[in-house]
C-alpha cells in the first residue's frame, strides 16, 4: 500500500511537472492581449468617472445602498470589438471590476496607502510577499511585486511594474498599472531559487493590468479598481489542476486587494 501511494505521488507530481512545462506564450497570444487592452481601454468610462454611475435607475440607486452599507460590487467585463468578443489563442483574458466605499476617507489617503510600495507586502500580505519601490517620477512609480498564489499548488512569480497617477478633477483621481515583467519563479525561498525563462513557465500569470479610481463623495472616498489578467489556456485534461488558477483566482484576488485596501483605510 505504502508503495503504491509513492507510485501515485510520484504520477501525480510528474503530471504537475508536464502541466506546467507545456505553457508558452506565444507572439499571438501576446499581441491578441495586447489587441483587447486597446479596445477595453476606450471603452472605460470618462464621463461618468465610476462605472456604478452608468447604471440605469433604480439599479444605480440599490447599488449605493449596498456600496454605503459597506460591501463590495464585483463584475466580470468583456470588451468587445465591433459586437463581437476578441479570440486569444493559446490564452485567457480575465476582466474584473469591483467598487467598494470608504466612509470618512478622502483621495489623498487612498493614494497614500496604494503609492506606499515599500510597504504593500505588509499590507497585502500573504498574497504579495515581496514589494518594493524601486523608482518615482513624479506621478510615475516603478515597483517591484513579488505574489503568491495558493489554489491546489503554491505559485510565486515576480513582477515589474510602472504605475501612472493622475488627477483630473480635484476631487478625484486614477492609476494605470502595468506589469512590464512576469516571471515565475521556482524554489522559492532556498538556495535553488531561480526564475523560469520569461513566458515559458506554468503561464499562471502572464500579464496583470490594473486601474484604479479614486472617487471623494457622499462623506467618503469610492474607490474602483478594474484588473485585466492574461492567463494560460486550460490544456485538456488538466482543468482539475490548473483551471483554479485560470478561472477562480483573478477574481479572488481582485476581492483580497479591495478587501485589504478597505481594512487599511478604515483603520488609519
Same mark, same amino acid.
Given at each position: 500500500m505504502a508503495r503504491r =501511494? *509513492?507510485?501515485?505521488?510520484v504520477v501525480w507530481l510528474c503530471l504537475i511537472s508536464t502541466a506546467a512545462a507545456a505553457a508558452d506564450l506565444q507572439p499571438r497570444t501576446i499581441a491578441?492581449?495586447?489587441? %483587447?487592452?486597446? *479596445? !477595453?481601454? !476606450?471603452? +472605460?468610462? $470618462?464621463?461618468?468617472?465610476l /462605472?456604478?454611475?452608468?447604471?440605469?435607475?433604480?439599479?444605480?440607486?440599490?447599488r449605493l445602498t449596498e456600496l454605503n452599507r459597506g460591501e463590495l460590487w464585483i463584475e466580470r467585463v468583456v470588451a468587445q470589438e465591433a459586437g463581437k468578443s476578441i479570440d486569444v489563442p493559446g490564452g485567457l483574458i480575465h476582466h474584473w471590476v469591483g467598487t467598494f466605499f470608504i466612509p470618512g476617507a478622502t483621495v489623498e489617503q487612498a493614494l =497614500?496607502?496604494? &503609492?506606499? %510600495?515599500?510597504?504593500h507586502a505588509e499590507i497585502y500580505q500573504p498574497r504579495v510577499a515581496r514589494s518594493k519601490l524601486v523608482s518615482r517620477n513624479g506621478d510615475v512609480f516603478q515597483a517591484f511585486l513579488r505574489? &503568491? +498564489?495558493?489554489? *491546489?499548488i503554491t505559485v510565486v512569480i515576480n513582477t515589474d511594474n510602472e504605475a501612472r497617477f493622475t488627477r483630473p478633477a480635484p476631487d478625484r483621481a486614477q492609476s494605470r498599472i502595468y506589469s512590464l515583467r *512576469?516571471?515565475?519563479v521556482e524554489s522559492p525561498d532556498t538556495p535553488q531559487e531561480?526564475?523560469?525563462?520569461? $513566458?515559458?513557465d506554468g503561464g499562471y500569470l502572464w500579464r496583470l493590468y490594473t486601474y484604479w479610481r479614486f472617487l471623494e463623495r457622499d462623506g467618503g472616498v469610492f474607490l474602483q479598481c478594474e484588473a485585466i489578467t492574461l492567463t494560460r489556456g486550460i490544456p485538456t485534461g488538466f482543468g482539475w489542476l @490548473? $483551471?483554479?488558477?485560470?478561472? =477562480? @483566482?483573478? /477574481?479572488?484576488s481582485l476581492v483580497f486587494t479591495m478587501e485589504k485596501t478597505k481594512e487599511t483605510l478604515m483603520r488609519r
Amino acid at each position: 500500500m505504502a508503495r503504491r =501511494s *509513492v507510485a501515485v505521488t510520484v504520477v501525480w507530481l510528474c503530471l504537475i511537472s508536464t502541466a506546467a512545462a507545456a505553457a508558452d506564450l506565444q507572439p499571438r497570444t501576446i499581441a491578441a492581449f495586447d489587441r %483587447y487592452v486597446k *479596445v !477595453a481601454e !476606450a471603452q +472605460m468610462p $470618462g464621463d461618468p468617472f465610476l /462605472r456604478v454611475d452608468r447604471l440605469r435607475e433604480p439599479d444605480r440607486k440599490a447599488r449605493l445602498t449596498e456600496l454605503n452599507r459597506g460591501e463590495l460590487w464585483i463584475e466580470r467585463v468583456v470588451a468587445q470589438e465591433a459586437g463581437k468578443s476578441i479570440d486569444v489563442p493559446g490564452g485567457l483574458i480575465h476582466h474584473w471590476v469591483g467598487t467598494f466605499f470608504i466612509p470618512g476617507a478622502t483621495v489623498e489617503q487612498a493614494l =497614500s496607502l496604494l &503609492q506606499d %510600495y515599500d510597504h504593500h507586502a505588509e499590507i497585502y500580505q500573504p498574497r504579495v510577499a515581496r514589494s518594493k519601490l524601486v523608482s518615482r517620477n513624479g506621478d510615475v512609480f516603478q515597483a517591484f511585486l513579488r505574489f &503568491q +498564489m495558493k489554489k *491546489v499548488i503554491t505559485v510565486v512569480i515576480n513582477t515589474d511594474n510602472e504605475a501612472r497617477f493622475t488627477r483630473p478633477a480635484p476631487d478625484r483621481a486614477q492609476s494605470r498599472i502595468y506589469s512590464l515583467r *512576469v516571471a515565475e519563479v521556482e524554489s522559492p525561498d532556498t538556495p535553488q531559487e531561480r526564475e523560469l525563462p520569461v $513566458g515559458h513557465d506554468g503561464g499562471y500569470l502572464w500579464r496583470l493590468y490594473t486601474y484604479w479610481r479614486f472617487l471623494e463623495r457622499d462623506g467618503g472616498v469610492f474607490l474602483q479598481c478594474e484588473a485585466i489578467t492574461l492567463t494560460r489556456g486550460i490544456p485538456t485534461g488538466f482543468g482539475w489542476l @490548473i $483551471g483554479p488558477f485560470v478561472t =477562480s @483566482i483573478p /477574481r479572488e484576488s481582485l476581492v483580497f486587494t479591495m478587501e485589504k485596501t478597505k481594512e487599511t483605510l478604515m483603520r488609519r
